[in-house]
């Protein structure tokens, strides 16, 4: 399998319905990770979920929910969304080390998000 | 604040020839790490290499070098040899190694394309 896997890979859904994206993954790793990138933007850190707590939550609004039952599974609850939230939803994973060593990121290959 | 910047939209190279791809970054903080990931078509973000702000020598991964210029702050990525395959998307990242809450910045990135 795969390291990262994120499932819709695309998913398209009205300003009224509610969808969830989903990703595992298969590394071992302590900590997952939500961006978002949109065209012609850098990847945006949306959520970052250590030992399944969640440590960062850039300002990110709240029909956008995540959650995290467990160290491999991460999900990104979606409701009455906009349409600026059509975009590449991406998924990653890091092994935290501690002592500041470099845990780099495995990335899935994104959930495309179209919003109508 | 710290933030990156590249400043290629876009780049042409030909086929097994070498080409620099440009990343200038700023942060006050002196522990840092610098990451090279790769974006193909197909959305995955591929980790290519990475460079930590106290190592005393460039990074170098295969064809991947890292020129890493800590009083330009610069951290430009060569690849040598480029193959048709190493058309994609590349960004440049930093993470505060200090910083406990696992944030990786990006670059808006640059589009490489080679050439037959």
């Known amino acids: 399998e795969t390291g990262v896997t994120q499932t819709p890979r695309h998913l398209v859904m009205g300003m009224t319905n509610k969808k969830s994206l989903k990703c595992e993954q298969h590394l071992g790793h302590n900590a997952m990770y939500w961006y978002k990138q949109s065209a012609k933007k850098p990847l945006e850190l949306m959520f970052v979920?250590?030992?399944?707590?969640?440590?960062e939550n850039n300002s990110v609004p709240s029909r956008f929910s995540p959650e995290c039952p467990n160290s491999s599974h991460l999900f990104l609850h979606l409701h009455t969304l906009q349409p600026e939230d059509s975009a590449l939803y991406l998924c990653a994973s890091s092994q935290d080390q501690g002592g500041g060593l470099a845990g780099e990121l495995f990335f899935g290959e994104g959930s495309r998000l179209t919003v109508l | 604040a710290q933030k990156i910047t590249q400043t290629q939209p876009g780049m042409f190279v030909q086929e097994k020839e070498a080409v620099t791809l440009d990343c200038t970054y700023d942060?006050?903080?002196?522990?840092?790490?610098l990451f090279w990931y790769k974006q193909p078509s197909s959305g995955e973000m591929i980790f290519l290499i990475y460079q930590g702000s106290y190592d005393q020598q460039n990074a170098t991964e295969g064809r991947y070098s890292l020129n890493f210029q800590k009083a330009r702050k610069s951290a430009n990525l060569v690849i040598s040899a480029s193959q048709l395959g190493d058309s994609a998307m590349y960004f440049c990242a930093m993470r505060d190694m200090m910083d406990s809450s696992y944030k990786l910045i990006f670059g808006s990135g640059t589009r490489l394309l080679v050439r037959p």
């Open positions: 979920y250590s030992l399944e707590e969640r440590v």
């Open positions: 942060t006050s903080d002196p522990s840092y790490g």
